[in-house]
């Protein structure tokens, strides 16, 4: 801003400056041809003065003189009037000019006569020729002039033979003794003293400026001021070439350093963002983990960054310009090394995806690293060398060492859990079948120390004993594949098929504990696709609990139903339900009824409900309670009927 400032004060300085140097130009000019102007007048009034000396010249005849003098008239357009007059100042001959109308013939020549006197008595003082003081003389063309008279003493052999007497008018002096290169556009004026214009040549123009010059024009016995005027024209803003020549540079120089400021703003700009873009650069560099090298052509280092550095405990002054025996190849693998990096620079990429390979560390140590390399192609489009990034993979190693001993500690301990689990199943589903056998077993013993036993009853129950031995083992499979998540066999089955298979179970509970049970099952309920042995747990387990909770004194005739029938919302789906008229669930134990291991019984092991919402969510059912009216809990779940198009699960 300031040099803006500077330059304009400049530029209006130097146009200041320039219009008053041509101002002054104009003035010394004026002054030198004003002083010229009164030179050409002096001299050329003295080669008059001669002229008319010859006219004289040796006492002519009046004929010859009136003749020469005509002649000199006719030559000189600023003299009126020539007289021959004789010691006392009288007209002897007179010659008048044909240019102008006569003044004197209409006024009559004595009026000047105190002019003239004056004019000779100076002349003979001085003993040359004298002027008097000018005066006005009104001519017959109405116009009039401002004339002035020379005097002449004519002598001879010392003695004063008379005068001649020349008038000038003034108006032509200016007009005829002056060079027209003077007067050109300019007003030439004779003046008094005190500023009186006595005659005029030209009319200057008055315009804003107008220079003026002032000369004395100093002659024997009168002294007359000539001025000059002159004007500039129309004021203009550039007067002349120099200071037009002095703006338009300065226009330029604006004009460039306006260039040129806009220019440093860009550039300013450029630089700084170049500044940010390294800074970022240099910043991402250093922050990065992955280490960056950067080679030439011929294999040489040209770039390491930091984290490079650090990987090798090489310094990167240790490390530029290196390209065979790097410091860091463990020795052992130079050669291979050295033709890996010949076959890279023979032009040859490497996989994108890395490869990995061992590197030394200063200290002598070998790490794995990963790294991936990429041509550096410079911004000509041209090959300049190798990018390569290095990843350290010891971590990476480790974490996988790391993982695969805990996935191996984590397979180990999923089996033993999984044993856990189906030894935990197994203890809870084989208490039934076995307490089953037991029961049976006794009664057999009974049956046998009678005298008579009844054979009959002595079969049924070895035939019971037979049948849930089997289905201790089915439990056992059942669970088995249960807990190891194999695909289930799930076949189609008759609802009241697995009624009829539990029943005998459920009874033997049942007249333990006075409970009377009931059946009610839809004779045209579909079948359902089911893992039946597993179902069939799921229903003891429900029966029994629901049993159990009407174990209490206060309840009389304990009545435990078991219903089924296709579902109302959708008859793709068969309902059971589970009835008991016991005390029904109280709300704080009822958040963790599907908890395993959860249980309020002394000898209960809490795992019946949880298996039983499992199994018959892996029939793709639900398994949900609610509380029976009057009093007691409804367990119900569902199952799919065979009808479906496709299996469930
Ligand atoms: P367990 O029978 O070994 O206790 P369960 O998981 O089968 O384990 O049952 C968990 C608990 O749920 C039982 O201890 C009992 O308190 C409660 N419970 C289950 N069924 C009923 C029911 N029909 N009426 C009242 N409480 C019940």
């Known amino acids: 801003m300031a040099l803006v400032g500077l330059v304009v004060a400049l530029l209006i300085t130097l ?11 104009v003035q010394s000019r004026l002054e030198r041809d004003d002083a010229n102007a009164v030179d050409e007048i002096r001299s050329a009034l003295s080669r008059n003065i001669q002229s008319l000396q010859a006219i004289q010249f040796k006492n002519p005849t009046p004929a010859i003189w009136r003749s020469d003098a005509a002649q000199f ?17 009288r007209i002897l001959h007179f010659v008048e000019t044909h240019y102008r109308p006569a003044g004197f013939d209409w006024l009559g020549r004595n009026n000047a006569h105190a002019d003239v006197e004056q004019a000779c008595s100076t002349a003979r003082r001085l003993s040359a020729p004298a002027y008097a003081s000018s005066y006005y003389l009104p001519l017959s ?12 003493p004519l002598m001879n052999m010392g003695q004063l033979t008379g005068y001649l ?18 007067t050109r ?32 024009l100093d002659l024997p016995g009168n002294t007359l001021v000539l001025r000059m005027d002159s004007w500039r024209g129309e004021p203009e803003l550039f007067p002349n070439v120099l200071t037009a020549l002095v703006a338009a540079m300065s226009l330029a120089l604006m004009l460039i350093l306006w260039l040129l400021a806009k220019d440093m703003r860009r550039r300013l700009k450029a630089e700084r963002d170049l500044a940010d873009a390294l800074a970022f650069r240099k910043a991402m560099e250093d922050s990065l983990v992955t280490g960056l090298r950067a080679r030439d052509v011929h294999g040489r280092i040209t770039y390491v960054n930091p984290a490079f550095c650090q990987m090798v405990g090489f310094s990167a002054e240790e490390l530029m310009g290196q390209s065979d025996n790097a410091p860091y190849w463990p020795p052992e693998f130079i050669q291979e090394y050295k033709q890996r990096q010949a076959i890279r620079l023979a032009g040859n990429s490497p996989p994108r995806e890395g490869f ?21 192609i410079n911004a000509q489009g041209e090959q300049s060398g190798w990018m390569s990034a290095f990843l350290d993979i010891r971590e990476q190693r480790r974490v996988e060492e790391l993982s695969r001993a805990s996935q191996e ?38 049956l046998l120390h009678e005298t008579t036993p009844a054979m009959a009853d002595l079969e049924l129950a070895m035939k019971r004993i037979a049948q849930e031995a089997q289905r201790a083992g089915k439990v056992i499979k059942s669970v088995h594949d249960f807990v190891r998540r194999r695909d289930q066999t799930h076949e189609a089955i008759a609802v009241q098929a697995l009624f009829d298979a539990i029943m005998p179970l459920i009874q033997l509970q049942a007249r333990k504990l006075s409970v009377i049970v009931q059946q009610r099952i839809d004779p045209n309920l579909p079948r359902v696709r089911c893992d039946v042995t597993m179902v069939e747990q799921v229903l003891l387990n429900l029966a029994r609990n629901a049993m159990q909770a009407m174990d209490v004194p206060d309840i009389r005739h304990r009545r435990l139903e078991l219903t089924s029938r296709v579902s109302l919302q959708d008859p793709r789906w068969v309902e059971f339900f589970v009835a008991d008229i016991g005390p029904g669930i109280s709300p704080d134990i009822e958040g963790q009824l599907f908890t395993p291991f959860f249980t309020t019984k002394a000898e209960g092991m809490g795992l019946g409900l949880s298996l039983c919402r499992t199994v018959i969510e892996q029939h793709g059912g639900t398994l949900v309670y ?9 367990f119900s779940f569902t199952l799919p009927a065979d009808v479906l198009a496709s299996p469930v699960v």
């Open 356 to 376: 990995e390979s061992v590197f030394m560390h200063k200290d002598g140590t070998r790490f794995p690293v990963l790294i991936i390399e990429a041509p550096l």
């Open 626 to 634: 609610g509380p029976n009216t009057p009093l007691g809990t409804v």
């Open 409 to 446: 500690r984590l397979q180990a301990t999923a089996r033993l859990a999984t044993m856990g689990e189906m030894a935990s199943l197994l203890s809870h589903e084989l208490n039934q079948p076995l307490a089953a056998i037991a029961s049976y077993a006794t009664g057999s013993v009974n």
């Open 185 to 216: 556009s300019r007003e030439v004026s004779f003046t008094e003293g005190d500023g009186t214009r006595l005659a005029v040549l030209g009319s200057a123009q008055r315009s804003n400026r107008v220079f003026s010059a002032q000369q004395i």
């Open 141 to 152: 063309d109405a116009q009039g002039a401002e004339v002035m008279e020379l005097c002449m």
């Open 15 to 25: 146009v200041w400056l320039a219009g008053r140097y041509e101002a002054a130009q």
């Open 73 to 89: 008239l006719r030559e000189h357009r600023e003299v009126l009037r020539i007289e021959s007059r004789d010691p006392q100042l």
């Open 165 to 182: 007497v020349t008038t000038y008018t003034l108006k032509g002096i200016l007009e005829d003794l002056l060079s027209s290169q003077l």
